[in-house]
C-alpha cells in the first residue's frame, strides 16, 4: 500500500512539473513529451531496484549510468539529454522542498559526440517545395509550412503557435513566441509572401470551418500540431527523390547554414533563430568552414598537386 501512495505522489510531481515546463517555461509539446519519457524510464528503474525517488544518492545515479550504457546499449547523445531531462526535474523537486538537494547536479554525463547539424541543400528544397499540390487546400498549407520554416528558420513548436494576427503584411514580419516566452520578430521573402497570399484567399478559407485564430490548420479545422507537422514532411519528402531523414529542425539547420554561406553574420543569425546565447549558433560555422575548404580544394589551382608524377 506504501508504495502505491508514493508512486501516486511522485507521478503528480511528475505531472506538476511538466505543466511548469508547459506554461510557465513554454516548452514545446514535444520536448515535454520526450522529458516524460525520460523521467518515467527512471522511475521504472527505481521500481526495478526498489529505490524511492525522494532518497536517491550519487552511487545509485552511478549505477543508473552503467545500466543505460551497457544494459540498454544508449547512445551517448541519448544518454545527456535523459541526465538532463533528470537534473531539471530534480531540480524543480529542490525548489518545491520535495529533496533537499538536486542530487543530478553531482552527475557528468558521457562525452557528448559531436555532431554536425544536417541540412539541405538549395536543390533538395526546391525539389520538397515542387512536392506540393498547390491546387488542393492542404497542398497550399504543406507548402507554406516548407516555405516559412525555411524563410524563418523558426522551431515547429513556434510555427504551429503562429496567428493569422501575428503577421505584419506591410513589413513582411512574423511575430513570434520563442522560448522562455520571449518574443522576437522574423522577416520573410517574396516566395513565402506569394505563397501566403494564396493560402489564405483560399486554402485557409477552405479549412478553418471553425474560425481558427491560427495560421496552420488540420483537415478538420483544428490547429496542426507539431507531430502532424513532422508527419506532413514526412509525406511530403516521401513523394521526391531524396534519400535524407527529414525534420523541422533540419529546415531550421539548412535556414542557418544557408545565410552563412551567403556572407550573413553570426549575430544577426543568432537574432534570426532566437538563440540567448552565440555558443549555439556558432555550431554551424563548423559546416560552413567545411564547405569553404571544400570550394578552396576544387577551385584554387594551386591548393593542391593535381599530377603527382609531375613532382620528379
Given at each position: 500500500?506504501?508504495?502505491?501512495?508514493?508512486?501516486?505522489?511522485?507521478?503528480?510531481?511528475?505531472?506538476?512539473?511538466?505543466?511548469?515546463?508547459?506554461?510557465?517555461?513554454?516548452?514545446?509539446?514535444?520536448?515535454?513529451?520526450?522529458?516524460?519519457?525520460?523521467?518515467?524510464?527512471?522511475?521504472?528503474?527505481?521500481?526495478?531496484?526498489?529505490?524511492?525517488?525522494?532518497?536517491?544518492?550519487?552511487?545509485?545515479?552511478?549505477?543508473?549510468?552503467?545500466?543505460?550504457?551497457?544494459?540498454?546499449?544508449?547512445?551517448?547523445?541519448?544518454?545527456?539529454?535523459?541526465?538532463?531531462?533528470?537534473?531539471?526535474?530534480?531540480?524543480?523537486?529542490?525548489?518545491?522542498?520535495?529533496?533537499?538537494?538536486?542530487?543530478?547536479?553531482?552527475?557528468?554525463?558521457?562525452k557528448k559526440e559531436k555532431k554536425l547539424p544536417r541540412y539541405f541543400e538549395y536543390n533538395e528544397l526546391e525539389a520538397l517545395f515542387d512536392a506540393c499540390d498547390l491546387s488542393t487546400a492542404t497542398g497550399q498549407r504543406d507548402r507554406l509550412i516548407l516555405e516559412m520554416l525555411y524563410a524563418t528558420g523558426v522551431r515547429v513548436g513556434e510555427l504551429v503557435s503562429i496567428k493569422v494576427s501575428d503577421i505584419h503584411f506591410g513589413d513582411r514580419m512574423i511575430l513570434i513566441?520563442?522560448?522562455?516566452?520571449?518574443?522576437?520578430?522574423?522577416?520573410?521573402?517574396?516566395?513565402?509572401?506569394?505563397?501566403?497570399?494564396?493560402?489564405?484567399?483560399?486554402?485557409?478559407?477552405?479549412?478553418?470551418?471553425?474560425?481558427?485564430?491560427?495560421?496552420?490548420?488540420?483537415?478538420?479545422?483544428?490547429?496542426?500540431?507539431?507531430?502532424?507537422?513532422?508527419?506532413?514532411?514526412?509525406?511530403?519528402?516521401?513523394?521526391?527523390?531524396?534519400?535524407?531523414?527529414?525534420?523541422?529542425?533540419?529546415?531550421?539547420?539548412?535556414?542557418?547554414?544557408?545565410?552563412?554561406?551567403?556572407?550573413?553574420?553570426?549575430?544577426?543569425?543568432?537574432?534570426?533563430?532566437?538563440?540567448?546565447?552565440?555558443?549555439?549558433?556558432?555550431?554551424?560555422?563548423?559546416?560552413?568552414?567545411?564547405?569553404?575548404?571544400?570550394?578552396?580544394?576544387?577551385?584554387?589551382?594551386?591548393?593542391?598537386?593535381?599530377?603527382?608524377?609531375?613532382?620528379?
Amino acid at each position: 500500500m506504501a508504495n502505491v501512495i508514493q508512486n501516486e505522489n511522485r507521478n503528480k510531481r511528475l505531472e506538476g512539473y511538466l505543466d511548469y515546463l508547459k506554461y510557465q517555461r513554454n516548452y514545446s509539446s514535444y520536448t515535454i513529451e520526450n522529458y516524460g519519457q525520460d523521467i518515467l524510464e527512471f522511475f521504472q528503474y527505481l521500481d526495478r531496484e526498489s529505490l524511492d525517488y525522494k532518497s536517491v544518492v550519487y552511487s545509485d545515479l552511478r549505477f543508473f549510468l552503467m545500466y543505460l550504457k551497457e544494459d540498454k546499449k544508449d547512445k551517448n547523445s541519448s544518454i545527456d539529454r535523459k541526465l538532463s531531462s533528470l537534473r531539471g526535474f530534480y531540480q524543480y523537486l529542490a525548489n518545491e522542498g520535495v529533496v533537499s538537494n538536486n542530487v543530478f547536479s553531482l552527475l557528468s554525463g558521457p562525452k557528448k559526440e559531436k555532431k554536425l547539424p544536417r541540412y539541405f541543400e538549395y536543390n533538395e528544397l526546391e525539389a520538397l517545395f515542387d512536392a506540393c499540390d498547390l491546387s488542393t487546400a492542404t497542398g497550399q498549407r504543406d507548402r507554406l509550412i516548407l516555405e516559412m520554416l525555411y524563410a524563418t528558420g523558426v522551431r515547429v513548436g513556434e510555427l504551429v503557435s503562429i496567428k493569422v494576427s501575428d503577421i505584419h503584411f506591410g513589413d513582411r514580419m512574423i511575430l513570434i513566441l520563442g522560448k522562455g516566452n520571449k518574443e522576437r520578430m522574423v522577416p520573410y521573402g517574396d516566395y513565402c509572401e506569394e505563397i501566403l497570399t494564396m493560402y489564405l484567399k483560399d486554402g485557409y478559407v477552405s479549412l478553418n470551418q471553425k474560425n481558427s485564430p491560427y495560421l496552420f490548420l488540420n483537415h478538420l479545422g483544428g490547429k496542426l500540431t507539431e507531430r502532424g507537422v513532422r508527419y506532413l514532411l514526412e509525406q511530403i519528402i516521401s513523394h521526391t527523390s531524396i534519400q535524407k531523414h527529414i525534420s523541422p529542425h533540419m529546415i531550421r539547420h539548412s535556414f542557418a547554414t544557408h545565410l552563412l554561406n551567403q556572407g550573413c553574420d553570426l549575430m544577426t543569425v543568432q537574432k534570426l533563430l532566437g538563440h540567448e546565447s552565440i555558443k549555439a549558433t556558432q555550431i554551424y560555422t563548423h559546416v560552413t568552414t567545411d564547405r569553404l575548404k571544400n570550394v578552396y580544394q576544387n577551385s584554387f589551382p594551386r591548393a593542391r598537386i593535381h599530377d603527382e608524377s609531375k613532382r620528379d
